[in-house]
């Protein structure tokens, strides 16, 4: 089974349009979880963290189930701005002092395409 | 907004050459990281790095790969004989309080 697995896509949604991601992952020790948003080339970059409690940024959400080993991102009203490869991405490693450190590692992505 | 910064951005070499990528983390960052990518392929970590030691590897980090931070601002990664199939991005990234920032990387090409 893969560390973090991805839907596999692509997915071309037109503008306005509500899209989901669901991403699952294999260590049950990970300590924290994000999604990493990668345009074409470029390096990749924190879209937002994700909490068992589930967040929200604006159009975007995204929602952690521990016990199902589980995350998703939903994004509303789609913009042809959000046309990007979103990574699924877990982290292990240590924590203390409020904070955590440690490798993460990468889902292989799922391409979005938003069309007029 | 500080950022990482590396240079170069692109380098083309031949097989069995040594190359060094450089990295230039956020000044107040204490974690430092090197990962790669495949053209097509998932970002993959090979090697984390604090208190200027390793405190992980990944199984793709062997022999031919090195890190230093030489002068407490430069984190350096040095691929001793490169090999064809070590043709990837490489993304240098720093850390603090949880969230990593990555380098615009270094794209390398081995011919």
């Known amino acids: 089974r893969k560390e973090v697995e991805q839907d596999p896509g692509p997915f071309n949604v037109p503008e306005g349009a509500t899209v989901a991601f669901n991403c699952t992952y294999s260590?049950?020790?990970?300590?924290?979880f994000f999604w990493y948003r990668q345009d074409c080339r470029k390096e990749p970059k924190l879209l937002m963290s994700?909490?068992?409690s589930g967040n929200e940024d604006g159009r975007f959400t995204a929602q952690l189930n521990r016990a199902s080993q589980y995350i998703s991102l939903l994004i509303r009203d789609s913009k042809l701005s959000d046309s990007a490869t979103y990574l699924c991405?877990?982290?292990?490693?240590?924590?203390?002092?409020?904070?955590?450190?440690?490798?993460?590692?990468f889902g292989q992505g799922t391409i979005l395409t938003v069309h007029p | 907004e500080p950022e990482v910064t590396q240079t170069p951005s692109h380098q083309v070499t031949q097989m069995g050459q040594e190359v060094i990528l450089r990295c230039v983390p956020i000044?107040?960052?204490?974690?430092f990281y090197w990962y790669r990518q495949i053209l097509g392929q998932k970002v993959e970590f090979l090697v984390s790095?604090?208190?200027?030691?390793?405190?992980?590897k990944s199984e793709i980090f062997d022999d031919q790969f090195s890190v230093e931070r030489p002068d407490g601002s430069n984190f350096t990664l040095k691929i001793r004989s490169t090999k064809l199939e070590d043709s990837a991005m490489y993304f240098c990234?720093?850390?603090?309080?949880?969230?990593?920032?990555f380098g615009q990387g270094t794209r390398l090409t081995v011919v």
């Open positions: 790095f604090y208190n200027n030691e390793i405190s992980e």
């Open positions: 260590n049950s020790a990970s300590q924290s």
């Open positions: 000044s107040n960052h204490l974690y």
């Open positions: 991405v877990v982290k292990s490693g240590y924590q203390g002092g409020g904070t955590s450190y440690g490798k993460l590692t």
């Open positions: 990234a720093s850390e603090w309080n949880t969230e990593a920032f």
């Open positions: 994700v909490y068992s």
